[in-house]
């Protein structure tokens, strides 16, 4: 459980022609969040094949997952709401030989939409969001208007994300181990993909493709 504090000014906007903004009235506003986790590990076949899995699931918990998504969003009165949402994972490991070990994980984080209006502009998910330019490169320039380089226009690309999802496999692989230590080989391949809550231009998704090999050796 953990606490959100907030400093809001109702009088910020003028409320009518020829009244000017104040921070009169200014208050701090404090609201709660918190969440509920699990994890557990065990041996489908003994000495062979683990099974593990976690889960974490609450309110304002964004933070605690591996992408660390948004806590809090704003509802249309300057005051915090915590965003329900959580994380789950849950792998493999194969001890094939006791040289060679395979594994899979699968996991991911998500955050729930949460609207304050009609009009879907208030809240976390807002169907507002700037999600027109996403996808859509353009070419910065410099101060002399030379091109600089290619990008995606930040001010008409900002989705809201609704969840972070990878899977990865690979081995470690010993080739030796003994009394002079340990040295072995591992490979990792991950398949990583972002996808949003429906903005002004759809639904933008994006995804990655990585590949890992590492070689260590441990000191006996």
Not at 33 to 58: C, E, Q, T, W, Y
Not at 105 to 115: N, T
Not at 139 to 160: E, L, V
Request: charge should be positive; include cysteine.
């Amino acid at each position: 459980m953990r606490g959100f504090r907030d400093r809001v000014y109702p009088n910020a906007t003028a409320a009518n022609v020829g009244t000017p903004a104040s921070g009169v009235g200014a208050f701090n506003y404090t609201t709660l969040g918190g969440g509920v986790g699990f994890n557990s590990r065990f041996a489908l076949v003994p000495k062979k094949l683990d099974l593990g899995f976690h889960i974490l699931a609450g309110d304002g918990v964004g933070r605690y997952g591996d992408a660390t998504l948004a806590d809090v969003t704003t509802r249309a009165n300057g005051t915090l709401a915590p965003i329900r949402g959580g994380s789950a994972l849950v792998g493999l490991e194969l001890h094939a030989t006791p040289k060679l070990e395979l594994w899979a994980y699968y996991g991911g984080d998500y955050a729930e939409r949460q609207l304050y209006n009609a009009a879907g502009s208030q809240g976390y998910g807002r169907f507002t969001a700037a999600t027109t330019g996403c996808n859509v490169e353009t070419i910065a320039t410099t101060g002399n208007n030379t091109p600089a380089s290619s990008t995606t226009n930040p001010a008409a690309c900002a989705p809201d994300i609704r969840d972070i999802q990878e899977l990865s496999a690979g081995w470690w692989y010993d080739f030796y181990r003994g009394p002079k230590g340990r040295f072995r080989q591992g490979f990792q391949y991950s398949y990583l993909t972002k996808q949003s809550w429906r903005g002004t231009g759809g639904s933008p998704v994006s995804n990655t493709n990585m590949w890992l090999t590492s070689f260590r050796y441990y000191l006996p």
